[in-house]
């Protein structure tokens, strides 16, 4: 007997009150999963209707009791539909209940009062405006200066994207009220002024050059013969993808779908999202974190309504329900933020290809320096590869890479972190008045073990990644667990300089203010931008020439523009290269391919030195020359030889409870089980399993962290491990806890106080993990 587990009223609190119906015989083979169907409800059997979320032979009430479904009422073209079904795929892909599923990928129900929405007005005639830009910028009043400069342009502005994305004060608005600059004014939608006409015809619309033009026409061409395809255009930054892809959003809206576009949060700034403004009006909504669930759901509902055709923001604004999606498009499609970290751990991407599907939509994929992943099924033909290789605006220069080996500044006897050639430059640069990054590209807290001498690293001998140095001089590595002494002589090169690698922003801002005591700096990570909105205002203090120096991890490199730095120090590349993931490689290659493009943007010249103590490295190497298949063709090597993604698939069982030994002996056992299926062949093809072993940050907030991971070339394979892994939950009867809580939050939050109390656990899955545990 078949049953289907059926939701009446799709909304976040009532997803956990399912109904479950027998499926009679006549539609077993038809009904499936996201099926709208009619079924017999309450003591009189009227007719109502729901969805099919699940098809199971479990009964969880009495079987005689149970009534049948009346009719299928499909209609696929709804999209609560395909919503469903892109649920039961994320489900099936990545592991997770289908509740849990079905909550990430529908709006949170909330009844709001309708906001008014605001508008900045400009209330001067051009010349007037313009003699009061020169005001400001004669007092040094930069905020009022942006805020002007901007108003000229456009006449008139979003009130919240002033205020969050400009990171212009409410003060400063109402002081330019007072002076009569401007006003502010309710409006019930935002209103673009160059109007509807002018849409895509208008000002705004830049000539595509021979390159960019070739991309779009030939996309939009098989779009429009009915071909649906992936495509990835690998574009350096600045080639002119944003603008390839405004081009082909134009003939999809044209043809009246609806497109998403995913942009990671961090690079989400004013700029962007008003280039997206200015071309297609008030039809273009944005989500990003900061608003309020509530907020949320109304620009979502707006989507459903037809309000709006273009959707952006970062990976969540894939769910938006449009009736009829044509298009997705992910720019910097290779960053880690794509990647959901609570469950289901979906990939955006992957995902984003699987709604395409449903909807009958394309997907266009752009990134200066594409993920292995997205690459290699370019490479195999499975996405359509298009390059763009020269910046769109050609006076804006690439910088000059300088590789500066510290193994021969310590041999020179130079002990601080600033190899003589970056000093020099830095001195040079605050000589003239221009800027200068300093970009630690750390990750993670575990820091790795190298000879300062050689640059020799010590590596897990089964895993090919780096070993990490522990308290009590252990060497660990997290993916098997192999463990062995600290050395104190380097097997490489004899010297004793070998020891465990760590820094922080902190000690590089000392060491900067010891050596360079005039330099006014800013310093950039987890501890200065944990208030809200502190982020932008750092990196608008630097924009704005406040600082000379901005010292930062990763955060710095992404998003802003800012003309003025001419010099980018890369301290320690190898803190990325050496971290225990064997995504390390490409990681490092990216971020120092992306802190490169830094330096330089506009009519000054730039430098980039890359400090590190393995210049021979290939993903160094390549970066240096921002040579992008130079580094694939390296990197592919080494994937292929491990069997790890995207050659292969790994799948990370973690095991998490407060109490250590009721963690080891879940996974301990887990793995047990999962082993003897193996082995009795109940699961036939090739794979390995690795550990249990501790993560490599082993406990967190006092919850201690094991994971077993499972490689195999067999996805399928994998998956069916993954659902048998779930199913032993049991095991654990009672100590498990669900995988999420009723608001769809990882059942980690808010669960603090149970956890003290006994030994309950946690079990989550990642399928092809992209952050490293
Ligand atoms: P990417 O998205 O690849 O980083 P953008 O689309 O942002 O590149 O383009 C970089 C800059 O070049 C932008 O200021 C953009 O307006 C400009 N640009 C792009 N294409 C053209 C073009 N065909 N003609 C003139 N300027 C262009
Ligand atoms: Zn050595
Ligand atoms: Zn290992």
Redo the contacts with the bound molecule.
């Keep these: 007997m078949k049953y289907a587990n059926i939701i009446v009223n799709i909304s976040h609190e009532s997803l956990d009150k399912y109904f479950q119906y027998v499926i009679p015989e006549r539609l077993r083979d038809e009904l499936s999963v996201g099926d709208y169907v009619s079924i017999p409800f309450g003591r009189g059997n009227r007719l109502i209707e729901g969805y099919v979320m699940e098809i199971t032979d479990k009964a969880e009430f009495d079987p005689a009791r149970l009534k049948e479904i009346a009719e299928i009422k499909t209609d696929s073209r709804l999209v609560e539909h395909k919503l469903i079904r892109l649920a039961y795929w994320m489900k099936q892909r990545y592991g997770s209940t289908m509740i849990t599923a079905l909550k990430t990928v529908l709006p949170i129900k909330k009844i709001i009062k309708e906001k008014e929405n605001r508008s900045i007005i400009l209330c001067m005639e051009d010349e007037a405006a313009y003699e009061r830009l020169e005001l400001y910028a004669r007092k040094h009043q930069t905020a009022r200066e942006r805020l002007m400069r901007e108003l000229i342009n456009e006449k008139q502005l979003d009130y919240r994207l002033v205020t969050t994305k400009l990171n212009i004060s409410a003060a400063t608005i109402n002081a330019m009220e007072k002076q009569e600059v401007l006003r502010v004014e309710k409006t019930r939608v935002y209103r673009n002024t160059t109007g509807e006409a002018e849409k895509s015809s208008g000002r705004n619309r830049?000539?595509?050059?021979g390159e960019?033009e070739k991309i779009a026409s030939e996309i939009i061409n098989e779009y429009s013969r009915g071909i649906r395809n992936t495509y990835l255009i690998h574009?350096?930054?600045?080639?002119?993808?944003?603008?390839?892809y405004m081009e082909i959003i134009d003939a999809v809206v044209r043809q009246g779908r609806q497109v998403i576009v995913l942009i990671p949060e961090i690079s989400l700034t004013y700029q962007t999202v008003m280039?997206f403004y200015k071309r297609f009006g008030d039809s273009v909504s944005t989500l990003h974190s900061r608003l309020s669930d509530g907020e949320k759901y109304d620009q979502f509902e707006r989507a459903k309504k037809g309000e709006i055709s273009v959707m952006i923001g970062p990976r969540s604004a894939l769910f938006t329900p449009f009736e009829d999606l044509g298009l997705i498009v992910i720019?910097e499609e290779h960053e880690s933020s794509y990647k959901s970290d609570s469950m289901p751990k979906y990939h955006a991407r992957e995902t984003a290809i699987e709604l395409a599907k449903l909807h009958g939509a394309s997907v266009v994929l752009?990134s200066?320096t594409p993920s292995m992943e997205a690459y290699y099924r370019a490479k195999k033909g499975d996405y359509k590869l298009y390059t763009?290789d020269r910046?769109?605006?050609s006076d804006a220069s690439l910088p000059t890479v300088h590789i500066a080996d510290l193994r021969e500044e310590l041999k020179n006897g130079n002990r601080t972190m600033f190899s003589a050639g970056l000093k020099t430059m830095m001195d040079e640069r605050l000589e003239k008045g221009e800027q200068i990054m300093l970009f630690l590209n750390r990750r993670g807290y575990a820091g790795f073990y190298s000879c300062r001498s050689c640059g020799f690293v010590l590596k897990c001998p089964h895993c090919d990644v780096s070993l990490s140095s522990h308290e009590g001089g252990r060497l660990k590595c997290h993916y098997c667990g192999y463990e062995r002494e600290e050395v104190k002589i380097c097997p490489e090169c004899g010297s004793s300089y070998i020891g465990g690698m760590r820094a922080g922003t902190q000690q590089i801002e000392e060491s900067v203010k010891k050596l360079f005591p005039h330099a006014s700096v800013l310093r950039m990570d987890a501890d200065t931008t944990s208030a809200k909105g502190n982020y932008d205002k750092i990196l608008s203090a630097f924009a704005n020439r406040e600082a000379d120096i901005l010292i930062g991890t990763q955060m710095i490199v992404k998003g802003h523009d800012f003309p003025y730095v001419t010099l980018m120090g890369i301290l320690i590349a190898d803190m990325s290269l050496n971290v225990g993931d064997y995504r390390a490689s490409e990681r490092t290659f990216q971020l120092l391919t992306q802190a490169a493009g830094r330096a330089g943007r506009a009519e000054l010249k730039g430098d980039v030195v890359i400090q590190t103590y393995k210049p021979e490295h290939y993903a160094i190497q390549a970066a240096s020359r921002q040579d992008y298949t130079g580094f694939y063709d390296e990197e592919i090597l080494y994937r292929e030889l491990m069997e790890y993604p995207p050659v292969g698939h790994m799948l990370a069982v973690m095991i998490e409870s407060r109490d250590e030994e009721a963690a080891d002996d879940y996974a301990k056992a887990l793995a047990e089980v999962l082993k003897s299926d193996i082995i009795n062949g109940l699961y036939p093809g090739k794979v390995r399993m690795i550990g249990p072993a501790d993560a490599t940050v082993k406990k967190i907030n006092d919850i201690y962290r094991k994971l077993i991971y499972l490689k195999s070339t067999d996805q399928e394979l994998l998956e069916a491990l993954k659902d048998r892994a779930e199913e032993l939950r049991d095991i654990g009867r009672g100590r498990i806890l669900p995988d999420s809580d009723d608001a769809g939050r990882p059942a980690i939050s808010g669960e603090a106080n149970s956890w003290a109390r006994d030994k309950r656990i946690r079990m989550t899955m990642d399928m092809d993990p992209v952050n490293g545990y």
């Design positions: 830049i000539r595509l050059n960019q574009g350096i930054t600045g080639s002119g993808k944003t603008e390839v280039r720019d752009g200066a763009l910046r769109a605006i």
